[in-house]
């Protein structure tokens, strides 16, 4: 009887794994099949409003599309910003799918020898579907549809529109979502006045405005800004000439000094910017 017991159960065991799989699998499968079209987005007039968090964690309505005053079409960026982004977040823009299989693994890689999430490997078109579909939470079922979703962006959006969907809502500080927002609250311009210097400085900020905080870590910013400047010039981005230009350039650090101390002693703007 004993005997008969041990396969029994091994068997019980077995079974019980394979329904849970399967129940695993129906489930994201599910989650897969309940994800919001990215049809809507292929139109410049189109508008949708999402939700943000403010420093303090707080959920705040934003609008991405023409309806947000500070929306900036892709014409208005500089080239050099265009540039100064692809450099720093995603080289392969261009040639990808939504997904860079080859970053991903490298960024598997490197998660499996530090024991958690520590490098994402997401593309533009991934960071974009995340900000609009999906929270950022760091779960193996998110990542799955943040690929589904980046490869039917990839699919129904040309990269001019992905492009410029993505400058219009990336964090860049405090309620500062979007670089035609950004570059009136740091520089007091328009996006199209940007310097190349400028628009790397912004660039470097895209990792996270709280790790490269220019209120706390100028230093931090402005290295990671010439790091960008060297993979501009390295891939021929940007001229020799245009990069000595621009690498003793230094930001308006005056109009940050005073936001500086006015951002420390207040609280994140409520609302949508």
């Not at 004993?2 to 079974?15: A, V």
């Not at 500080?173 to 328009?190: C, D, E, L, N, T």
């Not at 230093?219 to 990671?224: D, M």
């Amino acid at each position: 009887m004993s005997r008969n017991r041990k396969p029994r159960r091994y068997r019980n065991l077995l079974l019980l794994l394979f329904a849970a799989l399967l129940a695993f699998a129906a489930w994201i499968a599910v989650s897969i099949l309940s994800l919001p079209s990215v049809a809507p987005l292929s139109s410049p007039r189109a508008s949708m409003v999402i939700t943000v968090k403010d420093w303090k964690k707080r959920d705040r309505s934003f609008t991405v599309g023409p309806r947000n005053p500070d929306w900036t079409p892709y014409g208005a960026f500089p080239a050099a910003l265009r540039k100064a982004v692809v450099a720093a977040e995603d080289a392969n823009f261009y040639s990808h799918d939504g997904v860079d299989y080859e970053a991903m693994k490298e960024a598997f890689k490197t998660d499996l020898q530090k024991g958690g999430f520590v490098r994402g490997g997401s593309t533009i078109t991934q960071q974009l579907a995340k900000n609009l579909f999906l929270t950022r939470e760091k779960t193996i079922i998110r990542k799955v549809k943040e690929i589904v979703l980046a490869r039917r962006l990839d699919d129904t959006l040309s990269k001019r529109r992905i492009l410029e969907l993505y400058l219009n809502v990336v964090e860049l500080g405090p309620m500062v979502y979007g670089v035609g927002r950004a570059s009136r609250y740091y520089f007091g311009k328009a996006p199209s006045s940007l310097t190349l210097r400028e628009c790397t400085f912004l660039a470097a900020m895209l990792p996270g405005p709280k790790v490269y905080n220019p209120y706390r870590k100028m230093g931090r910013v402005v290295t990671r800004s010439n790091r960008i400047l060297r993979r501009m010039a390295a891939a021929r981005m940007i001229t020799p000439e245009e990069y000595r230009a621009a690498l003793p350039e230094i930001p308006n650090l005056a109009g940050l000094e005073k936001k500086v101390e006015k951002t420390l002693a207040e609280p994140p703007p409520a609302g949508s910017p």
